[in-house]
């Protein structure tokens, strides 16, 4: 067949070049458009966001925190000067024998209360009461030689010697009597003064040596209350002042005495004074040897800022108090809030607190709540009452 008499091919050549693709850049662009548009809606959103969080925590502020408030008092504080101690006895002693000897009778109870004199325990004494009733019989016999004697020598029947020798004689009997008395004495241990007995520390048979403790005995009506001071504070105390004490027995409770002895000299290697105040002790609850906790009082200083003692954060960053200040809306409403104030602290009296420096007197403060706050922020009063002062404040 002949390819150009076919009449249904054109001329055109068979092989026919394709059309050309749409160019790279074009999706470049498109791509580009895009990521532009979605980054601009993320910072437009994000900005919203942040602003729609702004207004939100402007327009809902938190409720003020209750809290108890109290107000910042100038007053006259007690001067106190506080240290520990102990308790000690006026008299106290272990009763012992004088001599040896072996114990015949007990003729007292353990605990019992004695008084000055009364008979404790008889040693054996049966040899110097045989003495003693020889040295009677011979003082007897001196006696009647005596009175013959100075008869004779009144009526010139008789020399002076034989009466000086009779005297001798009776003499010498009744120094032998006064001899055996005091040995018997010493069998029969008496109470030195009056007091409390304590345990029993003998049995009856038992062969005492010279020395060894038979019981305690303890006058409790007086004790002495030994307890030191610095060096510092030694230029304050004067005998006669009030001291009170305070025991771990009877918690609560407050004895007086008054100092009447300062040592004196300081120790060298403390620095300190030994001070000694005597307290009377009628129900005799207080005991030798009690730890006790004084407290002298001096003369009043003049008046200080106080303030609760749980208005004050005690912090390694110094001591403060939350302060109450009112603020003035444009509202014209007022409100409270509380101000972080450092302030410089004294002693502790009684549930309080000295103020050195950083408040004035009528400041309100918050007294209870402060851990809830923070500095500036808004408080309400509590109608609640500040709690009391406890029973037991701690120890100044």
């Not at 040896?100 to 404790?120: D, M, Q, S, W, Y």
């Not at 609850?285 to 208005?311: N, R």
């Amino acid at each position: 067949m002949n390819i150009v008499a076919e009449h249904k091919i054109s001329g055109e050549p068979i092989d026919k070049a394709p059309k050309r693709p749409v160019r790279p850049v074009r999706w470049f662009i498109i791509v580009g458009l895009l990521l532009g548009a979605l980054v601009g809606g993320l910072v437009w959103f994000n900005s919203f966001r942040g602003q729609m969080i702004k207004q939100f925590f402007a327009n809902n502020k938190p409720p003020p925190v209750s809290v108890s408030a109290a107000e910042a008092k100038s007053e006259v504080v007690p001067n106190l000067l506080t240290a520990v101690g102990e308790l000690a006895a006026v008299h106290q002693v272990n009763v012992t024998a004088d001599v040896n000897g072996r114990v015949t009778e007990i003729k007292f109870e353990p605990g019992a209360h004695v008084e000055e004199g009364t008979p404790l325990v008889q040693l054996f004494d049966a040899p110097e009461q045989g003495d003693l009733a020889n040295f009677k019989a011979q003082a007897t016999v001196a006696q009647l030689s005596l009175d013959r004697a100075k008869q004779l020598a009144s009526r010139q029947f008789g020399p002076q010697a034989t009466v000086d020798s009779a005297q001798a004689a009776y003499d010498q009997a009744q120094a032998g009597i006064a001899k055996t008395e005091a040995l018997i004495s010493q069998k029969l241990v008496r109470a030195p003064f009056s007091g409390d007995l304590g345990v029993r520390k003998v049995e009856v048979g038992q062969y005492l040596t010279a020395g060894t403790a038979i019981v305690s005995l303890t006058d409790l009506s007086v004790l002495w209350a030994n307890f030191t001071v610095t060096e510092k504070d030694s230029g304050n105390l004067k005998v006669g002042q009030v001291v009170r004490l305070k025991v771990d027995a009877y918690p609560g409770r407050i004895f007086e005495g008054k100092i009447t002895t300062i040592e004196p000299q300081i120790a060298s290697d403390t620095r300190n004074i030994r001070v000694q105040a005597t307290i009377a002790n009628p129900d005799k609850i207080l005991k030798p040897g009690m730890f006790v906790t004084t407290t002298v009082v001096l003369p009043d200083k003049p008046p200080v800022i106080t303030v609760p003692e749980t208005s004050v954060d005690y912090t390694l960053y110094g001591d403060s108090v939350f302060v109450i200040t009112e603020k003035h809306g444009e509202d014209g409403k007022t409100s409270l809030s509380a101000v972080r104030t450092f302030v410089q602290t004294g002693n502790r009296v009684e549930g309080r607190v000295e103020i050195l420096k950083g408040l004035k007197p009528g400041d309100k403060v918050v007294a209870v709540g402060q851990l809830k706050l923070q500095s500036g922020a808004s408080v309400a009063i509590s109608t609640d009452p500040t709690p009391a002062v406890p029973a037991q404040p701690p120890r100044y």
